[in-house]
C-alpha cells in the first residue's frame, strides 16, 4: 500500500544479486539498517543447478566411490564427500561395456548363415544370367558376321568345311573357323578363319559359361564353344569315308525357305566339339524322298553333336536373320555316349532332337 513504511511489512525489496556465498541477497546496507533476506524458498545454490543436470544414479555413484577408493592418485573430479554427484563426464568414462554372451553370438553366427544360404542362389542366378547375356552378345555377332560375308559375296554363305587330314576332326581350308576346338592352345586358328575379318577379335568365340580346358592343358581355357549349323554350305575335304549329303547342304541364302525360323551359330557340348560343323542328325540323303524319311523317322538316327546346356539347363542359339534365342531342352544332361554319335536315349531325348531338325533349312524345304 503506498505511503506504508517498511516496519509495516509493505516495503519493496530491493532487487537481489549473487552474493559470494553462492546465495541470492539484497546488497549490503550502512550499519544500523535494518535488512531482510530473502526468504529460503528462493535461496537455491547455483552449483546445486549446475550438479542436478549431471546427478548420477545410486548404483552409478556407488560404482564411482568404489573407483576413487580404489585408484591410487587419482582424484574423481566432484565433491569429496561420500554421496555426493558427480560431473557427466566422469559418469560417462567410468562406464563398463557390456560385451556378447555365448548364445548371443551363436544366434547371430545362426542369422548371418541363414541370410548367406537365401542369398548366395540368388547372387548364383544373377550371374548366371549375365553369363548367358554375354553368350548371347557373341552368337549375335558372330551371326552379323555371317549375314555381312553373305552380303558381300552376293549371297554365297561362308565356307563350313570339315576334313580329318591328321586323324580328328577339325576345320579346315576355307572354313569360316580352323582348327578343333578341344585341341587348339591358341587362338591363331579363328584368326585363320574366313570369317574373322568380319569379327576382329577372337573373344566372341567363347561362352564365358564354359570352364572346359584345351587337351593335354588343364590350365589352359578353350577358345572356341560354339559351331555353325552343318546343313549351311557345308563340305568334307578329302575324305572317302563320308559322302557329301548332297540335299542337306544349302550354298546361297536364296535357297533359304524361313532364316527366321533357321538356326544358324549355337552353344556345343564340350565334349562333343571339335571343327566348326555342328552336325544335324540325320544321315545323307540322295533324293527327296530319302530326306524327307529320314527328317520323320529320328528315332533310327543318331546325334553326331550335343548341343550345350550350360544356361540352365539350355543352349543359346542365333538364327539366320540375326536374332538369338535361348531353348531349354527337355532332357539333361545329355551325354556323349559315343564318338561316332548315338541314338537319343529317351523320348524327351527325341523331343530335342526333333526341334533342331524342325528348326533347319532341309525341313523347312522338304515340309513348308
Not at 516495503?11 to 552474493?19: A, D, F, V, Y
Not at 578353350?222 to 544349302?250: H, V
Not at 533359304?256 to 564340350?270: E, N
Not at 565334349?271 to 530326306?291: H, K, N, V
Request: aromatic share 8%.
Amino acid at each position: 500500500m503506498q505511503g506504508q513504511s517498511p516496519e509495516a511489512g509493505g516495503s519493496l525489496r530491493e532487487p537481489s544479486i549473487l552474493g559470494r556465498d553462492g546465495f541470492h541477497s539484497v546488497p549490503e546496507q550502512p550499519t544500523g539498517t535494518r535488512v531482510e533476506r530473502v526468504p529460503t524458498r528462493f535461496r537455491v545454490p547455483l552449483r546445486a543447478l549446475t550438479e542436478m543436470a549431471t546427478k548420477v544414479p545410486k548404483t552409478e555413484r556407488a560404482r564411482a566411490n568404489a573407483s576413487q577408493k580404489t585408484t591410487k592418485g587419482t582424484k574423481v573430479p566432484g565433491r569429496a564427500k561420500s554421496g555426493t554427484w558427480l560431473p557427466l563426464l566422469s559418469s560417462v568414462a567410468i562406464r563398463e561395456s557390456s560385451a556378447f554372451t555365448l548364445i548371443e553370438l551363436l544366434v547371430v553366427m545362426v542369422i548371418i548363415a541363414l541370410l548367406a544360404g537365401l542369398l548366395l542362389p540368388a547372387l548364383g542366378a544373377a550371374r548366371n544370367t549375365s553369363r548367358s547375356a554375354v553368350c548371347q552378345g557373341n552368337l549375335r555377332q558372330l551371326q552379323l558376321a555371317w549375314l555381312s560375308y553373305a552380303g558381300e559375296n552376293n549371297g554365297t554363305m561362308v565356307p563350313n568345311e570339315e576334313g580329318r587330314p591328321f586323324g580328328f576332326w577339325e576345320g579346315v581350308r576355307y572354313s569360316w573357323v580352323l582348327g578343333n576346338a578341344q585341341r587348339d592352345a591358341t587362338p591363331e586358328n579363328i584368326r585363320r578363319g574366313r570369317l574373322y575379318q568380319h569379327v576382329g577379335d577372337p573373344g566372341p568365340y567363347h561362352c564365358p559359361s564354359d570352364r572346359s580346358t584345351v587337351t593335354d592343358q588343364p590350365a589352359l581355357t578353350r577358345f572356341r564353344s560354339y559351331s555353325l549349323n552343318g546343313e549351311l554350305n557345308y563340305w568334307i575335304i578329302a575324305d572317302a569315308e563320308y559322302g557329301l549329303p548332297i540335299l542337306q547342304a544349302f550354298h546361297t541364302e536364296s535357297q533359304l525357305r524361313r532364316p527366321s525360323a533357321t538356326y544358324g551359330f549355337l552353344d556345343v557340348k564340350a565334349e562333343m566339339i571339335d571343327s566348326g560343323i555342328f552336325g544335324l542328325p540325320g544321315p545323307a540323303a540322295q533324293t527327296e524322298e530319302e530326306l524327307r524319311r529320314n527328317l520323320l523317322e529320328l528315332r533310327a538316327n543318331r546325334w553326331l553333336h550335343l548341343p550345350g546346356e550350360r544356361h540352365n539347363g539350355g543352349a543359346n542359339l542365333s538364327f539366320l536373320d540375326g536374332h538369338v534365342e535361348a531353348h531349354r531342352w527337355k532332357y539333361t544332361p545329355k551325354m556323349a555316349i559315343s564318338p561316332s554319335g548315338h541314338r537319343p536315349v529317351n523320348e524327351r531325348d527325341l523331343e530335342d532332337m526333333r526341334w533342331l531338325v524342325q528348326h533347319g533349312a532341309a525341313w523347312q524345304r522338304a515340309f513348308e
